[in-house]
């Protein structure tokens, strides 16, 4: 299964996949768990199965959802049995089984999964005072996350801190759609009751859907994972109790 689970890293996105190609994967699941044809999902079910699969898990793979069941049915993930019932709770219980089994693997193939450490610093800026004076204010409760910039985590990686492919651990993708589907069903609230300024502001966000879902904000989403990866690694050496990443000069 490692050369498996290599191999479907490579592959396409399953929020970036086809939908022809999603659904052909997802019928390939149902009959690998025994589903009968006449217990297999409606049209209108495997339109909220979709939408599942996209919302909350779109960064994996889409050879990573063959794999998961794959995985399941030869029991090497624990999940229950379908009962002839292949919900959105059945495939996140798979799902979730199938990341627990892939971040060990991930972390156990790092040296063969990462691209080479950066050859040059980042950019012709040290970014070190920077990364000291951001932990500083973590320590202190005071860290302005979210304004961190994306030189700090290059600058952390040619440091030899974080693998260079640390950040794909924290994809914030879901997150950001999820934030997005929020907002939308509050706006549509105040829509319901007849606040038509809100028209516009509804309108907006559901284009920023749309361009997350199809990938076309890319940047502030990479932006936004290392972001994470920087909060996660502070937090992991507070809980060592280091006081400094680059110690100042007197």
Sequence with gaps: MEEKFLTALEDVRIDKASTDAISQVLRRCMLKVGMRANNLPNNIESVVLYEHLINFYGGLKLEELKLAFDLATSGQIEV????????????????????????????????????????????????????????????????PYRLWVVE?????????????????????????????????????????????????????????????RNGSRDAEVLLLSKQTAILKYFETIKERNVENIYKKEL
């Design 80 to 143: 229950p049995d379908t009962f002839e019932n292949f919900s959105c709770s059945y495939l996140s219980k798979v799902l979730n089984a199938y990341r627990t089994w892939a971040s060990k693997k991930y972390t156990d193939n790092l040296g063969i999964i990462e691209k080479p450490k950066l050859e040059n610093k980042p950019s012709g800026i040290d970014w070190r005072e920077s990364i000291q004076n951001a932990y500083e204010g973590f320590m202190n409760g005071k860290a």
């Design 152 to 212: 700090m985590y290059d600058q952390l990686v040619y440091d030899d801190f974080i693998p260079a492919l640390y950040y794909k651990e924290f994809d914030v993708k879901n997150e950001l759609l999820q934030a997005v589907h929020k907002e939308i069903i509050q706006v549509e609230k105040k829509i319901d009751r007849n606040e038509e300024r809100y028209l516009g502001v509804h309108k907006d966000l559901q284009n920023k859907l749309i361009e997350y």
